[in-house]
C-alpha cells in the first residue's frame, strides 16, 4: 500500500520524460547543436496572448510564422524580421453546472448559473509592421507589442 504513490509518481515521471513534455525553448537553426555562447535566446515577455509575436520565416520552408512565445526560441545570431497583431478581448456569458441546495446535507438539485468569460477575437484589429531585429550571439532578448502597434525589444543579459 505505502508503495503505490511511488509508483504512481515513478510512471507520471516516465510518461512527461519521455511523452515530449518540452520546457526548453525551440530551436530555429539547422545543423548540430553550438554552444549557447554562440546563440541567442528571444522570448515574448508581455501580453502573449491578446498581442503575439511572430518570427517570419523568410526561407518559406515550413511554417511561414513561427509564434515566439515565454519560452523563447533560439536562434543563431543575426538580422530577424517580426510582426505582431492585436486582439480584442470581450466577455461572453455561458454557464455551469452548480449544485442549489433544498435542504442543508439532505437533497439537492442541478441548476445553470451565469459565468462570464474572457474571448479573445477572432481576427486581430490591428497588426504592427514588418520589423527587423538584430541579434548577438550569447544574449538573450525581450519582445513585446505595445498599445501603438510597434515591437520593443530589449536585452535581458547573456544567454547561459
Known amino acids: 500500500m505505502k508503495a503505490k504513490p511511488f509508483v504512481l509518481m515513478f510512471l507520471l515521471s516516465a510518461l512527461i520524460f519521455l511523452g515530449g513534455c518540452s520546457f526548453y525553448p525551440r530551436k530555429l537553426y539547422s545543423g548540430p547543436d553550438q554552444p549557447k555562447t554562440s546563440l541567442a535566446l528571444i522570448k515574448q515577455t508581455d501580453d502573449l496572448e491578446s498581442r503575439p509575436i511572430y518570427l517570419l520565416n523568410l526561407h518559406k520552408e515550413g511554417e511561414p510564422e513561427i509564434r515566439v512565445d515565454d519560452l523563447g526560441i533560439v536562434v543563431l ?10 486582439y ?15 435542504y442543508p446535507g439532505q437533497s439537492s438539485f442541478p441548476m445553470h448559473e451565469p459565468v462570464l468569460r474572457k474571448v479573445r477575437s477572432v481576427k486581430p484589429y490591428a497588426e504592427t509592421d514588418a520589423v527587423k531585429l538584430t541579434v548577438k550571439s550569447g544574449f538573450s532578448y525581450a519582445l513585446w507589442c505595445s498599445d501603438d502597434a510597434k515591437i520593443h525589444m530589449k536585452v535581458l543579459g547573456s544567454y547561459p
Open 77 to 86: 545570431p543575426g538580422a530577424y524580421t517580426f510582426k505582431g497583431y492585436l
Open 88 to 102: 480584442h478581448y470581450r466577455y461572453q456569458e455561458s454557464a455551469r453546472l452548480v449544485d442549489a441546495t433544498v
